[in-house]
């Protein structure tokens, strides 16, 4: 059973910056992402790292967000720059069921609670 523990969301003026932590309370050789799901929405793809650092984004972040995994702590993070207020949401992370990242949210068989991040404009 793995556990993961995401830290770090918060309220933020348009503009500014947050860093999301995600632990993992195993070691996980998997892919591990965020996803986010904002209120009446679906949870939509954010970001995804393999264990040998091969990335992904969706188009909405890039540019502005940044994944990373350090594996000896066995954590991800996602430092998240020049936010917008279409940015809020509650963040997730997974981890992949396999090696290869992947946007579906089927792909996932393990996910944390959720961490609000809250844009103000």
């Known amino acids: 059973q793995v556990q993961l523990v995401e830290s770090g969301g918060g309220l933020v003026q348009a503009g500014g910056s947050l860093r999301l932590s995600c632990a993992a309370s195993?070691?996980?050789?998997?892919?591990m992402s965020w996803f986010r799901q904002a209120p009446g929405k679906e949870r939509e793809f954010v970001a995804a790292?393999?264990?040998?650092?091969?990335?992904d984004y969706a188009d909405s972040v890039k540019g502005r967000f940044t994944i990373s995994r350090d594996n000896a702590k066995n954590t991800v993070y996602l430092q998240m720059n020049s936010l917008k207020p279409e940015d809020t949401a509650v963040y997730y992370c997974?981890?992949?069921?396999?090696?290869?990242?992947?946007?579906?949210?089927?792909?996932?068989?393990?996910w944390g609670q959720g961490t609000q991040v809250t844009v103000s404009s």
């Open positions: 195993g070691r996980t050789v998997s892919s």
């Open positions: 790292i393999s264990w040998s650092s091969i990335i």
């Open positions: 997974a981890r992949a069921r396999g090696y290869i990242t992947t946007t579906r949210i089927e792909g996932y068989d393990y």
